[in-house]
């Protein structure tokens, strides 16, 4: 089911949830006016509606979750997006992080291991106006055949990093990546500033669902 609106209450608990992850430290406009413009309440069921627009995770079903707003802020905020950048995202889920990229001007490849999660974020995001190039298969093996990319982001906590996800990126670009165990990790920014040469730089703890793979948790 598709909401048909998003009214003016919407919009005033959209701007109010961007006043709270601005005041937590986000300070990319790009990523305010994405997290201001995309309508959450639209991936809510109707019955939770008032979790849409609250600064936390939410579970959507075969255990995943709508990651936390400013958890999805952070993540592109380290991005470094620039308008036109290839973007791949590895971890579907919701489809709620891809459409905040897509609102940054980017073009996003997405890749979902959940079959469930990966049929219905393929017909509803097109439905609500966002239209990102789907795959479902192993993510944490990236997408070879589009390769290189100008920035991956990984949203599923990985036991390491993956040295094809370097591989599949520009010179230059950029991977964003929650690494340790199943219950916490640390997010990881990696700029390949060469091809034997990476720049590493680590940030504060999160807590996401495991990256499932041949190249995640098994």
Known sequence: MIPQEDTYKHKGKRNALVRTIKAKGIKDHDVLHAIGTVPRHYFFDPAFLEHAYQDKAFPIGQGQTISQ?????FQSELLNIKPGDKVLEIGTGSGYQACILLEMGVKVFTIELNK??????????????????FSRGDGSKGWPSQSPFDKI????????????LIDQLKIGGILVIPVGNRQR?????????????????EFNY????????EKGWK
């Open 69 to 73: 707003p400013y958890t999805v802020a």
């Open 116 to 133: 469930v999660l990966y049929n219905k974020a393929r017909k509803f995001l097109p439905a609500i106006g966002y239209k990102p190039f």
């Open 153 to 164: 982001l990984v949203t599923a906590g990985a036991p390491k990093i993956p040295q094809n």
């Open 185 to 201: 990790q640390v997010m990881i920014r990696l700029i390949k500033e060469g091809e034997q040469k990476v720049k590493k730089e």
């Open 206 to 213: 999160f807590a996401f669902v495991p990256l499932l793979g």
